[in-house]
Every structure is written in C-alpha cells, then in structure tokens.
C-alpha cells in the first residue's frame, strides 16, 4: 500500500511542477499585452532621437556657414552674402539673407533644414534651424 501512495503522490508532484496549456496561453497573451506600449514607447523614442539628431545638425551646419560669413565680411564688407537653397551635404539646405540697417551694420539670418521632399529647394516646414547676427564693418 505504501507503494502506491509513494507512486500517486510522484505523480501529483510532477502535475504541480508543469504548466498547462491554459496557463501557458493566458501568460503568452498577458507578454503580449504588455509588451505593446513597450514597442510604442520605443518607437517614439527612435522618432524623437532623430529629430533631434536632424536638429542637432542642422545647427552645426548652420553655425559653420555663420562663422564662414564672419571670416568673410573682414576682408569683404561690401560683398553680398545671399544664398538660396545651397547644398550642405546630406540633404541640408542653407539660405542666407543680408539685409543692410545701416552704413556700417548688416543683419545676417542663416536658415538651414532637411529637405525632406527631395526638391532641392527649403521651404518653410522644412527649416530646422534659424541663426541671426549682426556683423559691423571692422576698418
């Protein structure tokens, strides 16, 4: 009698260690329910890291071209610094406008962006970055 008691209670113990299909299911759905807003929470964050990536650029880019200006207008004050829709590399688009307030002082806007439909021109929602500086003339 001892035996079977000792072979009844074996097989209890390994149905207690083993899972059943129920519950193997009902855990797999609960995974997958938690791991959407996971995913989602991801994917904005992969969203929001290349935004700032594209902005993060776009500012050197725009930073260089102004201090290219600078080093420009010692040597060359009269000279117009105009540019529209010049290539920076890597689908950046740069325009510069020069406006003139007074003999000796000159307001520079550096506008620099993506060009996200591949038109080669930067439009308004493109812009990413807009630098403004005044240069005075130096001699």
């Known amino acids: 009698m001892g035996a079977k008691l000792n072979k009844k209670s074996k097989r209890r113990c390994r149905r207690a260690r083993a899972f059943t299909l129920t519950e193997v299911v009902v855990a797999s759905g609960l995974l997958i329910v938690a791991m959407i807003p996971i995913l989602r929470g991801l994917t904005a964050a992969h969203f ?23 080093v420009r207008s010692i040597y060359d004050y009269a000279g117009t610094y105009t540019e529209t829709n010049t290539d920076m590399g890597s689908s950046y688009l740069c325009s510069v406008t020069d406006s003139v307030i007074g003999g000796d002082l000159r307001n520079i806007t550096v506008n620099v962006g993506h060009d996200d439909d591949g ?6 929602a493109e812009i990413a970055v807009t630098l403004d500086t005044l240069i005075a003339r130096r001699w």
């Not at 890291?49 to 290219?68: C, F, P």
């Not at 038109?119 to 308004?124: E, F, K, P, T, Y």
Request: glycine content about 4%; aromatic content about 0%; charged content about 30%.
């Open 48 to 70: 929001g890291a290349r935004i700032i990536e594209k902005k993060t650029a776009a500012l050197s880019l725009a930073q260089t071209k102004l201090d290219e200006i600078k």
């Open 119 to 124: 038109n080669s021109v930067l439009a308004a």
